[in-house]
């Protein structure tokens, strides 16, 4: 039923402590660095000024920098840009963080400012706000990253009319890992967006 | 042209118990199942929420022991579901899976019995798939409180666009666990006592917990329901509050009407969870719809709110509505209390009914509306 032929835009890999852009370094330090001090020193390597970043969980951070550098490559998004992400873990980094405490025997403490973040789809909302995108969310949750179930899907929304592009794919950030890969699929120039491609992007070696 | 997907059966459970169309008459009958509850293992003080007493439904479940608490809840639902409905488990066969937190209620707790890797919504799933031994992969989704009107909107797309599927199971839940109850509470979201959606005073929510399921076939049966528009907007505002303007939702409602050809609506069932600024956000997003004179209700009073659950929940009761040509009362509500008047529904009347508008909006500035019509 596929009538359109789709196209990826932009992407963006971050895997371990390395941050590729359309497969091209942009950051990188050596991987022993904890997660959150990298993600810090990423945005600092953006030169851009927003303040809203710090308040953001692990998983919010990494996807924010992937989601500012295909803006530079494919964006400015448009309204209608839809978000179609998955992982494993969902909102894992605050959910521990929120439940660590809740059960803490001397002091349990409930934040609103952690648990507002124990929802994976709140990263989405993040980047709406960033980029004004009014449109459709999805946040689906996978065993691994599973381009045989998104590469339809996202086909399906272009072809329904609701999304004129859309922003896909695996956000697995955990206290011990970031596996990310993000790619922005619409009708203009780039690889062809299908399951082979994104099999080849996820599995990429670095340069 | 797209194919059209219909609702052709449903089942829930609830603290009224299992059965969607025992579930509708309780709340016809204006029965909630919003209780004060003292339990520490929720929370250190007693809360207003409704709770699925366990000792119903044991028994029913093949190595019970096997599965956690919410975990025997899917299964005890999909089991009912996929009986009454004889529904193949082959390949042709979707199944999406909408819940916020999954079980949660595992992590870090002291007193867990099971692994804690079991947190995990994909480990959860996996037992479900298991237990069943469905040929195509669960499609779980987690979108905060729309979850469950989003995984119906999923899974009518994959319907249309992907020729592998002919029919889907859409199941949500979620379960009361102190994990949500703090968060909410720390939000200072929860109410002292049953809440009152679009009341003068409304002082917060219920938490509520249920799982619900709804059978999607391309085939319509002589009672089937029409999924005739779907709209699913960000307000792009702020991750925890709604829209002033309520523009996310009235972009979706919008979309959901042009889709739907503007049908004439007999009814609306609202989110209404009973805060202050969710309430009132709606209300604003009806009223520059078109909608403030639409006879409307929130069952959050019946239910509390059941998070990934209570699109589906709340769709399902509209749809026994619908069939029944009842409209359901919006419990709790007593005095005007939006600055944009809406046409409560406080009687349950007898009228013919042939449409209806599902909202629900969430944390993340998410919102989405289903309009469901009489085939």
Same mark, same amino acid.
């Given at each position: 039923m596929e009538k359109h032929q789709y196209h990826i835009q932009s992407y963006c890999r971050i895997r371990g402590c390395a941050i590729q852009i359309n497969g091209k370094p942009f950051f990188n330090l050596v991987p022993s660095v904890p997660i959150g001090d990298f993600l810090k020193s990423a945005y600092r390597h953006l030169n851009i000024d927003y303040p809203k970043f710090h308040k953001m969980d692990g998983l919010c951070k990494a996807i924010f920098i992937a989601v500012e550098l295909m803006a530079l490559e494919s964006g400015p998004y448009q309204r209608d840009t839809a978000l179609i992400f998955s992982n494993r873990s969902s909102s894992h980094l605050s959910d521990s963080r929120h439940a660590t405490g809740i059960f803490d025997t001397i002091n349990p403490v409930a934040s609103p400012s952690t648990f507002v973040y124990t929802l994976p789809n709140i990263a989405m909302g993040e980047i709406s706000i960033r980029h004004q995108l009014q449109s459709e969310n999805v946040f689906f949750i996978f065993d691994s990253y599973l381009p045989e179930f998104l590469v339809p899907f996202t086909a399906s929304m272009?072809?329904?009319?609701?999304?004129?592009?859309?922003?896909?794919?695996?956000? /697995?950030?955990?206290? /011990?890992?970031?596996?990310?890969?993000?790619?922005?699929? #619409?009708?203009?120039?780039?690889?062809? @967006?299908?399951?082979?491609?994104?099999?080849?992007?996820?599995?990429?070696?670095?340069? | 042209m797209k194919d059209d997907v219909f609702?052709?059966?449903?089942?829930?459970?609830?603290?009224?118990?299992?059965?969607? %169309? !025992?579930?509708?008459? @309780?709340?016809?009958?204006?029965?909630t199942a919003?209780?004060?509850?003292?339990?520490?293992?929720?929370?250190?003080?007693?809360? =207003?929420?409704?709770?699925?007493?366990?000792?119903?439904?044991?028994?029913?479940?093949?190595?019970?022991?096997?599965?956690?608490?919410?975990?025997?809840?899917?299964?005890?639902?999909?089991?009912?579901?996929?009986?009454?409905?004889?529904?193949?488990?082959? /390949?042709?066969?979707?199944?999406?899976?909408?819940?916020?937190?999954?079980?949660?209620?595992?992590? @870090?707790?002291? !007193?867990?019995?099971?692994?804690?890797?079991?947190?995990?919504?994909?480990?959860?799933t996996n037992e479900i798939q298991r237990y069943f031994g469905f040929k195509s992969q669960i499609i779980p989704l987690s979108n905060a409180c729309i979850s469950g009107s989003l995984a119906i909107s999923v899974a009518r797309r994959l319907l249309q666009y992907d020729t592998r599927y002919k029919r889907a199971i859409v199941i949500g839940g979620d379960e009361l666990s102190k994990f949500i109850v703090s968060g909410f509470h720390a939000f200072q979201a929860l109410a002292d006592g049953h809440c009152r959606p679009f009341d003068r005073d409304r002082k917060g929510l219920n938490l509520g917990e249920a799982v619900a399921a709804v059978y999607l076939s391309k085939i319509p049966t002589n009672d089937a329901v029409w999924i005739a528009g779907v709209g699913s907007h960000?307000?792009?505002?702020?991750?925890?509050?709604?829209?002033?303007?309520? /523009?996310?939702? =009235?972009?979706?409602?919008?979309?959901?009407? %042009?889709?739907?050809?503007?049908?004439?609506?007999?009814?609306?069932?609202?989110? #209404? &969870?009973?805060?202050?600024?969710?309430?009132?956000?709606?209300?604003?997003?009806?009223?520059?719809?078109?909608?403030? &004179?639409?006879?409307?209700?929130? !069952?959050?009073?019946?239910?509390?709110?059941?998070? #990934?659950?209570?699109?589906?929940?709340?769709?399902?009761? #509209?749809?026994?509505?619908?069939?029944?040509?009842?409209?359901?009362?919006?419990?709790?509500?007593? @005095? %005007?209390? &939006?600055?944009?008047?809406?046409?409560?529904?406080?009687?349950?009347?007898?009228?013919?009914?042939?449409?209806?508008?599902? &909202?629900?909006?969430?944390?993340?500035?998410?919102?989405?509306?289903?309009?469901?019509q009489k085939v």
């Open positions: 272009l072809e329904d009319g609701k999304a004129g592009s859309v922003l896909c794919g695996w956000t /697995e950030i955990t206290a /011990e890992t970031c596996d990310l890969l993000l790619y922005h699929v #619409g009708i203009s120039t780039g690889p062809l @967006h299908n399951v082979e491609q994104l099999k080849r992007l996820y599995n990429e070696e670095d340069e | 609702i052709v059966g449903d089942e829930a459970i609830t603290p009224l118990g299992l059965g969607s %169309q !025992l579930n509708f008459r @309780h709340v016809v009958d204006g029965h919003v209780t004060e509850i003292s339990d520490l293992q929720l929370a250190d003080q007693p809360i =207003y929420a409704a709770r699925i007493d366990e000792a119903h439904w044991v028994g029913n479940i093949k190595d019970e022991h096997r599965y956690t608490r919410l975990e025997k809840l899917f299964i005890l639902v999909l089991a009912s579901l996929i009986a009454e409905y004889e529904i193949p488990l082959d /390949e042709r066969t979707l199944v999406v899976l909408a819940t916020t937190k999954g079980n949660v209620s595992l992590l @870090h707790n002291p !007193l867990r019995t099971f692994a804690e890797e079991r947190v995990h919504i994909s480990t959860m960000n307000d792009a505002n702020h991750i925890s509050g709604p829209s002033r303007t309520g /523009e996310g939702l =009235y972009q979706s409602i919008q979309e959901a009407m %042009q889709e739907a050809g503007e049908p004439a609506l007999d009814f609306i069932s609202a989110h #209404g &969870t009973a805060t202050s600024y969710n309430d009132e956000m709606e209300a604003i997003a009806l009223q520059r719809s078109g909608l403030s &004179t639409t006879p409307l209700h929130s !069952l959050k009073a019946y239910y509390g709110h059941t998070l #990934g659950a209570s699109g589906l929940l709340e769709t399902i009761l #509209g749809i026994h509505s619908l069939k029944n040509n009842r409209l359901i009362p919006s419990r709790g509500f007593m @005095h %005007q209390g &939006t600055s944009q008047r809406l046409n409560m529904i406080t009687k349950s009347t007898q009228l013919p009914l042939n449409s209806f508008l599902k &909202t629900a909006s969430g944390f993340g500035g998410c919102n989405i509306a289903t309009i469901f």
